[in-house]
């Protein structure tokens, strides 16, 4: 629980979720897989074929334990049970539910704002394709935010707990936000993401791959990623059991 | 069906596999997943945790329509049919069943090989997210195979057909390679290949991410990708439909 470690790790899920964006540019906009009813799946009317295609991949992702994990939380409730084992060593989080703090909702709203600006328009019929890559873009982008959101908040908790158990018996949610913000460290990521976004593009051949704008994936983390993992952090202190800390493995073990 | 279009999503593929090892690559070795009977998973005796997780996902993409393109070719055979009608354009290609070229067993052999080689050893117990990365990597790599081989073989055989025909009515196999062995270009590529794969990664913070050796790809590429995509193309021709060129919307629809 070092902020360094928790900055670093962050720093390394960024150019997963570049990756992952980079990879869904290669497709057109394709608005129609966002439509729900318009999916043409078998029996699954009134869903997008997005909302299918998430649901299949945390269907199966649950089975397989992903969100034991702390910092993975799925955009579906009604998962089934892991069929594995998986030992989460012991995460120094104070919460009961890590589903106290998921983002999910807002996440795909604004990931689906985002596509435009990433892709070419128009329909060039890759739309399985294209909810595939939709899928492996959101799961980096909750990973970041909802690791940012529990490690980032128990660790300033823990560099102060008498302040923040002030403000959080007092419920002050602007004083919680004051707290966690520090605008230097936010400009410094944008700034690197942007840098990111244009370096590992540089090479490609223009005439075979599209090409993401840095600006557009600035935005966004301006936007939507650091504003969500704040609200994340907000979200985990406003619920952290703070009377007497249990031990991690003690919670009821969930999805 | 021109070699030039067909070089160029070639080139764009190899982004695609790139990214996807830098991400397996992340995570330890974990050479416990590659062993049948030690997945921990219910129900699934005698399997290794890589072949469930394929196992599964390609059952979902099974759904989705995935394995109706033809360059996508699957690793299970005993698969369901889609839950969606997927509209492929008239592909060009003559052979009746696409699994007539399918190396998907010999590139699951050459990747469990190449782990090692990208991964730091050990384990970190990030067994469930190593096979993810494990289950894009191969879909990359199977895809960049099996488009190679099906459309670069269908490319040079309507550029001469004459001789191939004859080649193949005497089952001339060393003559059809040499027909298709082209080492300036195979030199380029893995050139390329190796330059993308060191300047992706010149600007990541290697606290936080472990690096691919280039070389290493260079040499996987060398001697997996490009030979089996040539096994392959082999394979095409020696299936290909030559008396009568069927449109290829009457083959058979299958997974």
Known sequence: MELDFIAARLEGLEETIIHKLIDRAQFRVNSIVYIPGQSGFEGSKGKSLLEIRLYYQEEMDAQFGRYRQPEERPFNGDLPLPKRIVQIPDTGLAIDDYNKVN????????????????????????????????????????????????????????DNPDKYIKLIHSKDEEGIIAGLTRKDVEDLIIKRVADKVAYIQTRVNTKVRNVIDPEVILTYYRDYIIPFTKK????????????????????????
């Open 103 to 158: 983002l999910t909702g807002e996440i795909l709203t604004s990931y689906i704002g985002l596509v435009p600006g990433i892709c070419l328009p128009g329909d060039d019929r890759q739309h399985g394709s294209s909810v595939v890559a939709d899928v492996y873009a959101l799961q980096a982008i909750a990973e970041r935010i909802h690791f940012g959101s529990l490690y980032v908040a128990e660790c300033k908790f823990r």
């Open 232 to 255: 994340g952090e907000l979200r985990y202190l406003l619920n952290r059991i703070i009377e007497t800390p249990l031990p991690d493995k003690r919670y009821p073990p969930h999805r």
